[in-house]
């Protein structure tokens, strides 16, 4: 991949330029939190790049949590809507990470033939220029994964902060082509501003394994999972969970969705809402059937769906180590200790076969 270096002057000039064309949207801090906001001005003002990952994960860009389409028994075709031009700033490897699992199932890579126009679209109209992660969250834990806190692939763009500036990556026709508009702003990148980066991140990968030291497991999550149907710990770690879906909401893998008909003044309309597998109506059917009526047990199907089905199928972990479903949960569930309770539960088991 090209790499160039922009300063922080003439970085503030690319914004003002892709502004002018398109929707710009980054990372804004409100109290302790970061969220995506709209950048109306041509010179934005406090925005916080290189930090760790904002609230909203970044499929709610092209899978919206509420969209119409249908009304009057009619299509709302996507053919028919504006799609604005989007650019997408500060976005993080574990969310980048995410749209591999989301492009499997909308973008018609890996599950089917036909595309999902809606997400396609939305994908087709954004740029992505993601930043490195160098303040990881408490609840971060992507190098369990084998994941970094910052970018290899799936940008357009990406930065890199160093002294006086940005080294920026280029990952696609899309970046070439920003930068080749922008050319006169940027320079070569140097060993020097390189080998600074390359610090800067090995820095950065330090520390999320520092937070994770406590919750290591020394057998992959897939393994884990593997055998671990019968167990118990999906009782003892469901018990605090309220069932209330926050996990699923804020996950920036979870794809499911619900079809919702209703009356809009004097029309009807249908609308597609994100839906949630911990919520005991998700897999009822006719007749009030429910093949997970219990909440361990669906409790257990979510990350038995990140973590074998999605791998068995496409050999992708529907999991980047995001940490959002740690931070939001009201139980204090933390995926990470499910997973040493799990791994300790079948060295138990092991130990029994050997008695």
């Known amino acids: ?4 270096s922009i300063s922080t002057a003439n970085f503030q000039h690319l914004l003002g330029n892709l502004v002018k064309k398109n929707l710009l949207y980054a990372p804004r801090k409100k109290g302790d939190f970061l969220f ?3 950048i109306e001005t041509a010179s934005p003002k406090d925005l916080v790049l290189h930090t760790n990952r904002p609230v909203q994960p970044l499929k709610s860009f092209f899978f919206p949590p509420y969209q119409k389409v249908s009304q009057y028994f009619q299509v709302a075709s996507p053919q028919e809507r504006e799609f604005p031009k989007k650019v997408i700033l500060g976005a993080k490897s574990c969310d980048l990470e995410s749209l591999k699992t989301l492009d499997s199932v909308y973008a018609g890579t890996q599950f089917s033939s036909s595309p999902d126009p809606w997400y396609t679209r939305a994908r087709d109209n954004s740029l992505l220029i993601s930043s490195d992660c ?5 609840n971060c834990f992507c190098t369990l994964l084998g994941s970094h806190p910052y970018p290899e692939e799936g940008f357009d763009l990406n930065l890199s902060p160093v002294d006086g500036g940005f080294v920026i990556e280029v990952g696609s026709e899309k970046g070439k082509t920003i930068v ?14 390189l080998a600074q980066r390359e610090k800067i991140r090995a820095n950065s990968q330090s520390k999320v394994k520092e937070l994770n030291q406590e919750v290591e497991v020394k057998s992959p999550y897939r393994d884990l999972i593997r055998e671990s149907y019968s167990s118990a710990v999906w009782k003892n770690h ?8 926050g996990c699923n909401e804020i996950c920036p893998t979870c794809r499911c969705f619900l079809l919702q008909d209703g009356r809009e003044k004097e029309r009807f309309e249908r609308v597609r809402l994100w839906d949630a597998c911990l919520l005991t109506g998700f897999a ?3 007749g009030g059937a429910n093949p997970r009526p219990k909440l361990a047990d669906r409790f257990s199907n979510r990350l038995f769906c990140k973590f074998y089905f999605f791998p068995e199928n496409v050999n992708l972990d529907a999991c980047t180590g995001c940490g959002r479903c740690i931070s939001v949960c009201i139980g204090k569930i933390d995926m990470r200790k499910v997973f040493q309770d799990l791994e300790k539960d079948r060295s138990e088991a092991s130990m029994e076969k050997i008695k």
């Open 36 to 38: 995506y906001e709209k």
């Open 134 to 138: 160098l303040e990881p969250d408490e």
């Open 284 to 286: 009822r059917v006719a």
């Open 180 to 193: 080749t508009q922008n050319q006169n702003l940027f320079t070569s990148a140097g060993e020097k501003l």
């Open 1 to 4: 991949m090209e790499t160039f």
């Open 238 to 245: 469901s018990e605090s969970c309220v069932d209330c879906g």
